[in-house]
């Protein structure tokens, strides 16, 4: 019998896979593999699959939504106190409070609103994400983001102004685009602005993000399998 997509076993291979996966890209680009992590990309995917990748070892993940992490996560953080949480879909600045409170991390900072708002939560609540600057490097209009020309004075007015420390540089390149001149190009700008973190690569291209620099990959049906689509 085929294992489901939930199963431990099915979910703690998929993620080796990955995990080897990674391995060997770090190595053919002279990296030390240690220095990417794997963000398991956890939005909408139902609990059985949570609690198997927790099973597995798997502590890092992604959510895109503020309401929805706090559900799944809120209580599993006092019991698993090693997780780490990311925030990686666009976040509206009325759920900034909410959203320091929860994340380790804020991967979708991309304008100056959202900016302020991080910067007046932490000035009254203490909390600290780390913060990523999503450059949208396709300049698609549908799409959140700075637009690469904007990258480097926003990066310098999140320091400067609002007195936040940029951690890394996130990006989702067009879907109907070859992925590695726009990670190149995300690399290029956290070069020039002095940014260590890499956030880029999904299920598709994760390899050839890590080739490229990632320091962080977000997978998700690569590593959770098919999502289930309700009421099917």
């Known amino acids: 019998m085929s294992q489901s997509p939930s199963d431990p076993a099915d979910i703690a291979q998929r993620r080796a896979r990955i995990l080897s996966r990674i391995a060997a890209a770090a ?20 609990e059985a699959r949570i609690e198997a990748a927790l099973d597995a070892g798997q502590r890092i993940f992604g959510e895109n939504r503020v309401q929805e992490a706090q559900q799944r996560w809120a209580e599993r953080r006092s019991a698993q106190p090693d997780l780490e ?55 698609e209009p549908q799409k959140a983001g700075i637009t ?20 890394g540089l996130m990006c989702i390149p067009p879907a109907d685009e070859a992925a590695g001149p726009h990670f190149a190009l995300l690399a290029q700008i956290a070069r020039r602005n002095g940014v260590e973190k890499l956030s880029m690569g999904m299920s598709g291209d994760y390899e050839t993000a890590v080739r490229l620099g990632a320091t962080s990959v977000r997978v998700g049906e690569a590593f959770f399998g098919p999502r289930i689509v309700e009421n099917a």
Do not use: C, H
């Open 27 to 46: 190595k053919e680009a002279r990296r030390d593999p240690s220095d990417v992590a794997l963000v398991a990309v956890s939005k909408v995917q139902p």
């Open 85 to 139: 949480l990311r925030l990686i879909g666009p976040l509206q600045s009325n759920k900034t409070a909410d959203a320091m409170a929860l994340f380790d991390v804020i991967e979708t900072l991309d304008r100056p609103k959202l900016a302020r708002a991080i910067a007046d939560a932490a000035a009254r609540t203490g909390a600290a994400p780390r913060l990523y600057v999503q450059v949208n490097t396709g300049e």
């Open 148 to 167: 690469p020309p904007d990258a480097d004075a926003f990066i310098a007015a999140v320091r400067d102004e609002y007195g936040l420390s940029v951690e």
